[in-house]
């Protein structure tokens, strides 16, 4: 066999063997709403201070080689909503500083569904 055809050959080889050649399913995934809080100093019992809808950066790792899977923002809601393939996963909320922050969330995603994760951000008020 000639050269090029040997390169031709284990190159498509290794790209049909790739995981990142895989199409992402449509049908399941991770969705969720993102906050943050306290928003208020103090919070008193007639003045209610509730958490706000937060625009965040959202990344989903693998959690074994913690390999980013897919990074995006939430809308302005906080919504989000990321297709992905079945498997373990961690959501790791972006901080643009010290404050606010939120915990690493891990989840599983199923076959043909989507997995609800909420995050809540601290907005570091007290």
């Known amino acids: 066999m000639r050269p090029k055809y040997?390169?031709?050959?284990?190159?498509?080889?290794?790209?049909?063997?790739s995981p990142f050649l895989a199409p992402t399913p449509t049908d399941s995934g991770v969705d969720g709403n993102v906050t943050?809080?306290?928003?208020c100093p103090v919070v008193q019992v007639n003045n209610p201070c509730?958490?706000?809808?937060?625009?965040?950066?959202?990344?989903?790792?693998?959690?074994t080689t913690r390999r980013k899977v897919i990074q995006f923002k939430t809308d302005a809601n906080g919504y989000f909503r990321a297709a992905?393939?079945?498997g373990e996963y961690i959501l790791r909320p972006?901080?643009?500083?010290?404050?606010p922050r939120a915990a690493e969330i891990p989840f599983t995603v199923t076959d043909r569904q989507f997995t609800r994760v909420d995050?809540?951000?601290?907005?570091?008020?007290?």
């Open 84 to 86: 992905l393939a079945p």
């Open 50 to 63: 509730p958490d706000k809808p937060y625009q965040a950066t959202l990344t989903i790792l693998t959690t």
């Open 6 to 17: 040997i390169f031709l050959v284990a190159f498509l080889f290794v790209t049909a063997c």
């Open 94 to 99: 972006e901080s643009p500083n010290v404050m």
């Open 119 to 126: 995050v809540v951000y601290d907005s570091g008020i007290r």
């Open 36 to 39: 943050i809080g306290p928003m």
